[in-house]
């Protein structure tokens, strides 16, 4: 272990960390376990079981991840039916993946595991009941990792098309469904990329800088427009927590969008209650996909600059935020700032005492819509030509959901 690595109160009590991860389990900072079951579905609920008995201090996940792992992609191996073993390689990467995320510095365990992560979702893919393709977007001088996806049977034509992107903590690998995509489901072709400093991205060199997101939006939105599956003129974008940032990013800077939609915010300029007053794991990972692993006050200088304020006045296309009023990682009253400057139609889907990752049993959250439902129809209206407006849908503990003003009528 390097004793350098991250910010001090990560280094010095670390035993806090731990502490708390005995008695609050694998979700002591977030819902990680429901975010990454969602994709794979209950059949990988008994592996978290397993690894919840067996996790006992931070230290341990990457070695239970990785039995876990080897364990599905085993039996991938054995397995004589391909059904079988599209599934065991679907969740052997998903767990490879877990097994990745706590480790926060350039070494060659991270590699490996990478590899073994993008082997594992390679043998899926050529097994998949859909299209799945290994895409490697050039920028800078390495790549932005991806897999593109094109709904079960495809039989040629441009398509809609939803660039997507997950958060800090959550890979491509983790953006398309195993079985029945919202998106996938509704008729989009998917790539499902990992941005500077997210996912597979620093492993290969590439991290986070506040403009590189920027820069490789327009690398990936000019690779959908080279196509011939995408319909260049019905592209959006989709990003969940500090994908809420990234994507927001891309669409103010690429007006051939036709929408983009945002989720599980984080907008707070400078971020100071993700990184400060939050598991200071959170910190600790963004601090090695910036680069500065090992200089916190330059990642502090650095993090100033996170701020979509002058940026979001760019906005070309209407922009949807769905979020929790009781956001512990980013106060929502920046992102009702944001909608109220934002220049195009800017609608929000707001639950009652939603906490960050919409994935806990608030009553608003299970009662009220689904809220990947909710965001992947109001896309679909976006490329099918429908208006966008402005209002707030705020989701009440009875599930039913109450019209209120948005943040541009109380403007002075």
């Avoid at 002591?28 to 008995?53: I, K, N």
């Avoid at 191996?77 to 877990?98: C, D, G, M, Q, S």
């Avoid at 390679?122 to 996806?149: K, M, N």
């Avoid at 609608?347 to 965001?375: C, E, F, M």
Wanted: include cysteine; charge should be negative; glycine fraction near 8%.
């Amino acid at each position: 272990m390097d004793h350098q690595i991250g910010p001090r109160r990560w280094r010095e009590q670390r035993w806090i960390t731990d502490s708390v991860l005995r008695t609050d389990g694998l979700e002591w900072d977030q819902p990680r376990v429901a975010y990454t079951v969602r994709p794979m579905g209950v059949d990988a609920v008994p592996d978290f079981h397993v690894a919840q008995a067996r996790i006992h201090k931070f230290a341990d996940m990457v070695p239970v991840f990785t039995e876990l792992a080897e364990r599905r992609e085993r039996l991938a191996k054995a397995a004589i039916n391909p059904v079988a073993a599209r599934e065991h390689y679907f969740h052997a990467a998903l767990l490879y993946a877990t097994a990745e995320w706590p480790i926060w510095r350039d070494c060659p365990e991270l590699v490996a595991l990478d590899d073994r992560k993008n082997a594992c979702y390679q043998a899926y893919a050529e097994l998949a009941d859909h299209h799945v393709e290994r895409v490697e977007i050039p920028f800078g001088d390495s790549f932005v990792p991806a897999w593109f996806h094109l709904p079960r049977g495809y039989t040629g034509g441009p398509l809609p098309t939803v660039i997507s992107c997950g958060g800090m903590d959550a890979p491509k690998e983790l953006n398309v469904n195993l079985y029945g995509d919202k998106f996938l489901e509704r008729g989009f072709a998917v790539l499902a990329f990992d941005g500077p400093g997210q996912g597979e991205a620093p492993v290969r060199g590439v991290k986070f800088t506040p403009t590189a997101w920027i820069e490789a939006g327009e690398k990936i939105v000019d690779w959908c427009r080279g196509r011939a599956e995408v319909d260049a003129d019905r592209i959006v974008g989709f990003g969940l927590s500090f994908g809420s940032y990234w994507m927001t990013q891309i669409a103010a800077t690429q007006p051939t969008l036709r929408g983009s939609a945002v989720g599980l915010v984080c907008h707070e300029p400078g971020c100071h209650m993700i990184f400060e007053m939050a598991s200071p794991s959170f910190k600790a990972r963004y601090m090695w996909m910036s680069g500065l692993e090992r200089d916190e006050a330059a990642f502090d200088k650095m993090a100033e600059q996170i701020d979509l304020r002058p940026l979001i006045g760019r906005m070309s296309a209407p922009w949807l935020v769905v979020a929790g009023d009781e956001d512990e990682l980013s106060p929502m009253e920046h992102s009702y700032d944001l909608a109220r400057r934002c220049p195009t139609p800017a609608p929000l889907l707001v639950y009652q005492q939603g906490r960050h990752a919409l994935s806990l049993p608030t009553p608003s959250v299970a009662l009220g819509p689904n809220w990947l439902t909710y965001a992947a129809d109001w896309l679909l209206e976006r490329v099918d030509g429908l208006p966008a407006e402005d209002v707030v849908d705020y989701v009440l503990p009875s599930g039913q959901i109450e019209r209120r003003t948005h943040p541009k009528e109380t403007r002075a």
